[in-house]
């Protein structure tokens, strides 16, 4: 039998942690389903906030009860507050954090919320009746999940498993295609989109002159996220 929630929350990044956390404690019976196993992670996780707009976004986000701001304060190495050499307008606060206990420390927070079920499974459609989408299908992890409300009725089942190695399973699991696919998207008139995250390159240290650089040493005082 598929499980019955009020809302269903596909993919743990910042957004889908955010959501998820905000659903759950409007006092809606919610799911958050991602595909990374393990530690919870959000999904598309930097090591750190650097850019002016996204200090202040953090800060914005924060002032609404979110969870991020928390979550960076707890775990973070090092603070700067940027542009301090010109007026408050355009001071940023920037943060480098522990990536590892960044995802472990927002498992535990959002595990605190009674409300809110965290699922392991890749959503592969969606189940869609009389153009109403009544709930997904998940194509391993377990039953599918429903969203409940109204008079709608839909059965949500298992679509299939994973089969072949262990690497054929990994590079399975780097993109969840099903919801975005183009059939999707054609049948039932969406629009998908790839948005540029501004991700750095991962670079090997041991591949770096490090006495070519000049440390740059974080703020002697913190300057935190969370209000």
């Not at 750190?48 to 914005?60: A, I, K, T």
């Not at 606060?93 to 009674?114: C, F, G, N, S």
């Not at 629009?191 to 974080?218: A, E, H, M, V, Y």
Request: proline share 6%; with cysteine; charged share 25%.
């Amino acid at each position: 039998m598929p499980e019955k929630y009020d809302v269903v929350v596909v993919g743990a990044g910042h957004a889908g942690c955010e959501a998820a956390r905000a659903s759950a404690r409007m006092g809606l019976r919610t799911a958050l389903v991602t595909m990374k196993p393990g530690p919870h992670r959000a999904d598309v996780l930097q090591s750190g906030y650097r850019r002016h707009r996204q200090g202040h976004l953090v800060r914005e986000i924060d002032a609404l009860g979110g969870v991020m701001g928390e979550v960076a304060d707890a775990v973070g190495i090092q603070f700067r507050l940027l542009n301090t050499s010109r007026g408050p307008a355009v001071w940023s606060p920037r943060a480098q954090m522990d990536k590892k206990a960044y995802r472990v420390r927002m498992r535990e927070v959002l595990e605190q919320e009674p409300n809110l079920c965290i699922r392991q499974a890749e959503v592969a459609a969606l189940a869609i009746k009389d153009g109403r989408i009544g709930g997904v299908r998940l194509r391993d992890g377990g039953p599918g999940v429903r969203r409940g409300g109204g008079d709608h009725r839909h059965i949500s089942e298992r679509v299939g498993a994973y089969r072949g190695s262990d690497v054929q399973l990994r590079a399975e699991r780097r993109a969840a295609v099903g919801v975005a696919g183009r059939s999707t998207a054609r049948t039932w008139g969406l629009r998908s989109i790839r948005l540029k995250t501004g991700t750095p390159p991962r670079l090997d240290g041991r591949t770096i002159d490090w006495s070519q650089f000049q440390p740059q040493p974080g703020d002697a005082l913190p300057t935190p996220f969370s209000f």
